[in-house]
């Protein structure tokens, strides 16, 4: 036998005997009938149904239990991850079950019935009673230790540790929430825990998600039907589980490259002549912006009465694909408001009716009923022939010119229980019907636009929405301070859930409350969140050009900052396509282990390289922010210096919030660009962080055209590698080009900054020859300009003065 297998076998015993002795006993009741292992999966027949236990990967688990009175239904919603073939172990005792896949052991004990999971022999979570009926849901439960912490189930502001909370599995908005919110547009059935595993529970119908809400030490999953089919994760680090994760549930494309600009919007634009001015003084006071965002004016001058009409009102808007041209030409693209209700009052009702693209009642007949925007119908997302009709309207907008797409109200907002749909009733389909949404979408163009990315603004999804390039945001957000405190934290759970692209309405969407700090503080935030959208009701300007001149000034420096990050941020959005990393990363990502960390959502990594504090309190002079071990970390504008696993007092200026950089970091940043259209990665700026105590260090920029589907995999790409090395005489950096097989490969000028450098150089040279350089002594900062030609390394070596 090889040693390796030894080791596990080894690992595997001393799991099975540590779960032994600290799992409770679960169902007493049920007994094993027989058991049989197949190649890819292990199958228990109890007295009351069967199990079926099936790895995905070597840290991959999924368990399902099918009652002895239901067939197993083997369609998932969320998992698109076929199980890869893992090398398994079985055992069998008359007291123990014992299988291995990959890392993670199952043990399962007869009597009483028990199963329990461990991660290279480290145990993580049991079965309490494991499935059980009651009146009202089918119940999953779980044993819990004392003092896990639990994230995920969607998006709730209810503090980063949501253990304590019993949540409804329903998607529903909440306007004007603030600092705490139970039930958002994003219900999912997931949870992680600080023990370090994941926990996805793999059916849509609605139901509760209970994280010890009785303090019993009792995590439960109750739903009214539908599969009951888990999935454990597990992990060596965060971003680990979470790459895990999003291999089982789909990894996020890349958006279109101008999702990481600015856009023009609020609720709404009733007219061209609207949308052209606020273009014109975007353009006159020099911000950036890249998209406008059509709210639902563009097709109707009323809120109500008008949804469902799907196309342009002639009298706003006489000629909307002259206008789409014009801004396109500007480099502005356009995004359209959608939603899936048809009103009766609107044009396209009888349309809607004679086609049959309307969820029924039980009698077939189309279902109506009254909410907000009149008396409506609802799309049928899941019948054939009425996402036709949908993604027929898509298609003819998209040919006029519109370059996204924003789904409204898609929980739905209103879903009555006796609505029926296609594929089964409103209940049991509610939580996916954004989720559809964004599938109908994304598989249009995969069919009828295969080499563009959609861009999918929605406010409602499901587990693995992020496959299908969905784009939430957090819905109507008040417009106060406590509406602003509650969004990192929900950014950063959704995060870890794969959710990535997950922002708030900038400055605040509901209520008309004019507070210049707040609106400051807002959008400097948003410099570090994944997509950068003020937008509000209309009362109060949500655009940067219609405040006042000081904030105005603020705003825009907020954005140009945003701009010039693009470099930086766009290989984010790569590391997220490649391994699910999110952009928003909570503190306990550098430090497992800090129980200090586990409630902490006031300070955020993004990526890897910038610790972020945004300043969410009016009137804040200083801050206490601690600084993750393991690193030192630079003030991004000061320079100052900041030892890791320390909290320090810093203050907090007004134009802007409190950043700073990792030790050791390559930031890549750009000259300022008024459209992404007019970015260019053939000149660059490079930033390295320079501190004699790293001694190596890596770095890299993705890019490509910024449009195309697919292009890393299509080979139309180029990564940029930067390596440091140093030591007591001298620093050495090499950039170094990896060119995908379509992609062009060119000359770059790279200005390159080298930050805390104590002394002046005594020598600079590049491929050897000594270079000319400027050195800022007040600064401490070293500048060389590099021609980096084609097809070559560019190798610096720094002689360090003393």
Do not use: C
Not at 87 to 111: H, P, R
Not at 454 to 479: A, C
Request: aromatic share 12%; glycine share 8%; hydrophobic share 35%.
């Amino acid at each position: 036998m090889k040693k390796t297998s030894i080791v596990k076998l080894n690992i595997f015993a001393a799991a099975v005997l540590s779960l032994a002795t600290t799992v409770q006993a679960q169902n007493s009741a049920r007994t094993i009938v027989s058991v049989s292992k197949q190649a890819d999966h292990l199958e228990i027949k109890t007295n009351d149904g069967h199990y079926i236990l099936k790895p995905y990967s070597d840290k991959i688990m999924e368990t399902s239990f099918i009652p002895a009175t239901e067939k197993f239904n083997p369609a998932s919603h969320a998992v698109v991850l076929s199980p890869a073939r893992v090398k398994t172990s079985f055992k069998e005792t008359a007291s123990n079950i014992q299988y291995l896949a990959g890392d993670i052991s199952v043990n399962i004990s007869k009597s009483p019935f028990q199963i329990a999971y461990a991660y290279k022999g480290k145990p993580l979570l049991s079965e309490k009673n494991g499935y059980s009926k009651t009146r009202d849901a089918d119940v999953l439960d779980f044993n819990l230790d004392a003092d896990e912490a639990l994230y995920g189930g969607g998006a709730r502001a209810l503090g980063m540790n949501r253990r304590g909370n019993r949540l409804p599995l329903y998607n529903k908005a909440h306007y004007g929430y603030e600092e705490r919110s139970e039930q958002m547009n994003f219900a999912m059935p997931l949870v992680f825990s600080s023990k370090m595993y994941g926990l996805h529970f793999d059916n849509a119908a609605i139901g509760q998600l209970d994280l010890d809400s009785k303090r019993h030490n009792v995590l439960a999953y109750e739903t009214i039907s539908g599969r009951k089919t888990y999935q454990v994760i597990a992990g060596d680090s965060w971003a680990d589980i979470v790459s895990n994760y999003t291999s089982l549930t789909g990894r996020q494309p890349l958006p279109p490259r101008w999702t990481f600009g600015n856009f023009a919007s609020r609720f709404g634009y009733h007219n061209e002549a609207e949308a052209r001015s606020i273009l014109n003084k975007f353009r006159a006071e020099k911000i950036p912006v890249d998209a406008i965002i059509f709210d639902l004016y563009w097709f109707g001058k009323d809120i109500k009465g008008t949804m469902g009409n799907l196309e342009f009102d002639k009298d706003s808007f006489p000629n909307p694909k002259g206008m789409i041209a014009d801004f396109a030409q500007q480099g502005i693209k356009t995004v359209l408001i959608t939603e899936p209700f048809i009103l009766t009052t609107s044009k396209k009702w009888q349309e809607a009716v004679d086609k049959n693209i309307l969820a029924t009642d039980k009698q077939g007949k189309p279902f109506t009923y009254d909410f907000y925007f009149g008396n409506t119908g609802l799309i049928d997302i899941f019948n054939p022939p009425a996402q036709d009709w949908f993604w027929a309207i898509y298609k003819d907008l998209k040919n006029m010119g519109v370059a996204g797409w924003w789904g409204d109200l898609g929980e739905p907002e209103v879903h009555p229980p006796a609505l029926q749909h296609k594929t089964g009733s409103a209940n049991e389909l509610h939580n996916v019907y954004g989720h559809q949404w964004a599938r109908l979408i994304a598989d249009g163009y995969k069919k009828d636009y295969p080499n563009q990315r959609p861009f999918i603004l929605m406010r409602s999804g499901y587990s693995g929405s992020q496959s299908l390039g969905m784009i939430p945001w957090s819905g109507d957000v008040n417009r106060t301070w406590g509406g602003l405190r509650s969004q990192p934290e929900i950014a950063l759970q959704m995060g870890m859930q794969g959710m990535a692209y997950m922002h708030s309405d900038l400055g605040g969407f509901a209520g008309a409350n004019l507070d210049d700090e707040l609106y400051t503080r807002w959008l400097q935030y948003g410099v570090f969140q994944p997509v950068f959208r003020p937008h509000a009701q209309e009362e109060v300007a949500s655009e940067p050009v219609l405040r006042e001149a000081k904030t105005k000034a603020l705003a825009k420096a907020a954005i140009e900052l945003r701009y010039r990050m693009l470099p930086y941020n766009y290989t984010l959005a790569f590391e997220n396509n490649q391994h699910g990393l999110p952009f928003m990363r909570p503190l306990f990502y550098a430090e497992p282990q800090n129980q200090k960390l586990q409630t902490v959502a006031d300070t955020y990594l993004w990526g890897d390289s910038f610790l972020v504090h945004p300043v969410m309190k009016a009137g804040e002079k200083e801050a206490s922010v601690y600084f993750p071990a393991g690193s030192t970390w630079f003030d991004f504008y000061t320079g100052q210096q900041h030892q890791g696993g320390a909290t320090d007092t810093v203050n907090v200026e007004q134009d802007h919030i409190p950043v700073f950089v990792r030790a050791g970091a390559f930031v890549p940043t750009s000259p300022l660009v008024q459209n992404t259209r007019d970015y260019s990665a053939k000149k660059l700026e490079l930033h390295y962080y320079h501190d004699a105590a790293v001694r190596k260090s890596a770095g890299k920029l993705y890019d490509d055209d910024g449009e195309t589907a697919n292009a890393y995999e299509k080979g139309a790409y180029t990564l940029m590698h930067f390596n440091s090395q140093t030591n007591a005489t001298a620093l050495k950096i090499s950039l170094r080009t990896e060119t995908g097989k379509s992609a062009e490969t060119v000359d770059r000028d790279v200005a390159l900054h080298i930050h805390h450098i104590a002394s002046k150089p005594v020598s600079v040279s590049l491929q050897g020859k000594a270079i000319a350089f400027n050195w800022d002594e007040a600064k401490k900062q070293l500048h060389i300009d590099v021609h980096w030609l084609k097809n070559s390394k560019a190798e610096l070596s720094i002689k360090l003065g003393k």
